[in-house]
């Protein structure tokens, strides 16, 4: 073969791959646009509408008692397996020289019982954790199929029937949200678990299973697109702070005086 | 000799067409129908999600069937707790408006009252908190799972 005709040939195989590129980009474009029965265009869930709200939480860490009830709602409405967690609360006792000792019985599902540290406690109180619902999430970032997103309103969700539990979602997320158990007798057991700011509930205008349980107002649910919400008020006129800011998740949970010591 | 060539760049050319083409077709079959309708997911997802079981009713579910226990609540020290904190979710006792099952009874009212009221030092101090074996012994009583409530009424308890 000479010269000439091998520089054609890979002209023309330049072309062919770049039209090829083309067809593929343009493909899956008017798949995803496809007619559906309900939702085109519209909110996906019927009368509730999806662009008026944008939520958010306000967790008070001076308020908690660490009574461990949202942990207990959780699970039951959830049917969180035994030995994760969606939400859980953990506990700080910090010494007079900054020593901190942390812990979370059971995730504080039972409440708890004894005092850990036996040096002298400086301060100590308790931080009710969850997923931030973040949103430059990076679980969603690293999801290889999809499965894993964030909805207009605000709540990153798994959608279970498709994940195919890599974990990596599990791995991203800095706060240590998700989870996948390997039970087989758990429903959807092998893919990945999360909170889902009780998603079956806020579309109903019911308040999450761990706010609704709280009886001392530590944890609120917030609608940043609601301007009356007191909530809403707390978040953007108090001082607030968000875990590891440091990371740009932009995390939806707020927290209230949260202590230095807390990740 | 360069017709023998042509042949060959068009075999592959072809070859490459069909995978192209197979890759097209099992795509129509391995996504989702509704998938990137409103970003990189399966947007049919999202009613699932809302259509799962709410499992709390709330207060007012409760007071359906037992409004004197609403009213002896709602007047006392606890109203801020709701039922389903010390029973159960409302789901393990109610389906439909008709009742299945017995509330599972709380087995330890120690541990119960203990959640909220055991003197932990995390805990805040303007929260109302008491060393329970301490309290129990000074009232000359016997610290035993149901003692709590021999001298408190949980659903109104005096301050």
């Known amino acids: ?263 | 000799m360069a017709i023998e060539h042509k042949k060959h760049v068009f075999r592959i050319f072809l070859l490459l067409g069909a995978v192209i083409v197979a890759a097209l077709i099992a795509r129509i079959f391995a996504v989702p129908e509704t998938f990137g309708r409103y970003g990189h997911y399966r947007a049919s997802n999202l009613p699932e999600h809302a259509a799962r079981e709410v499992r709390h009713g709330g207060n007012e579910s409760c007071a359906k069937c037992h409004a004197d226990k609403k009213t002896e609540h709602d007047g006392g020290g606890h109203v801020a707790v709701p039922c389903e904190d010390c029973h159960d979710a409302l789901a393990a006792h109610v389906k439909d408006g008709k009742k299945t099952a017995d509330m599972p009874r709380v087995k330890s009212v120690t541990r119960l009252c203990g959640r909220c009221h055991r003197d932990l030092i995390a805990r805040r101090d303007d929260f109302p908190k008491i060393n329970i074996e301490k309290h129990v012994k000074d009232q000359g009583a016997e610290l035993s799972d149901q003692v709590c409530f021999d001298c408190h009424n949980p659903h109104n308890p005096a301050p």
């Open chain 1, 1 to 263: 073969m000479d010269n000439v005709s091998r520089r054609e040939f890979i002209r023309k195989a330049a072309l062919a791959s770049g039209g090829c590129a083309v067809f593929l980009l343009l493909g899956p474009g008017g798949k995803g646009n496809a007619a559906q029965p309900g939702a085109e265009g519209g909110s996906p869930l019927g009368d509730y509408d999806w662009e008026q709200h944008q939520y958010a939480y306000l967790i008070d860490t001076v308020k908690c008692i660490g009574c461990g009830m949202c942990v207990k709602a959780c699970k039951a409405e959830n049917n969180v397996p035994d030995g994760f967690f969606r939400t859980w609360i953990e506990r700080y006792e910090i010494s007079e020289d900054g020593e901190a000792e942390v812990d979370s019985p059971n995730g504080g599902l039972d409440g708890f019982e004894e005092n850990v540290s036996h040096v002298k406690i400086a301060k100590a109180f308790f931080v009710p954790k969850m997923c931030n619902h973040c949103a430059a999430s990076p679980c969603v970032q690293v999801c290889p199929v999809g499965a894993s997103y964030r909805t207009k309103d605000g709540v990153v969700l798994v959608d279970q029937e498709h994940c195919v539990g890599c974990g990596y979602c599990v791995q991203a997320c800095p706060y240590g949200s998700r989870f996948i158990p390997h039970d087989e007798n758990t429903p959807y057991a092998r893919t990945a678990h999360k909170c889902t700011l009780c998603y079956h509930r806020i579309t109903k205008g019911l308040k999450p299973a761990c706010v609704a349980a709280c009886p001392v107002g530590a944890r609120q649910l917030a609608d940043m697109k609601d301007q009356f919400d007191p909530v809403r008020k707390r978040i953007i006129t108090e001082r607030v702070a968000v875990l590891q800011p440091e990371l740009l998740t932009e995390p939806s949970c707020y927290y209230s005086a949260l202590d230095k010591e807390v990740r």
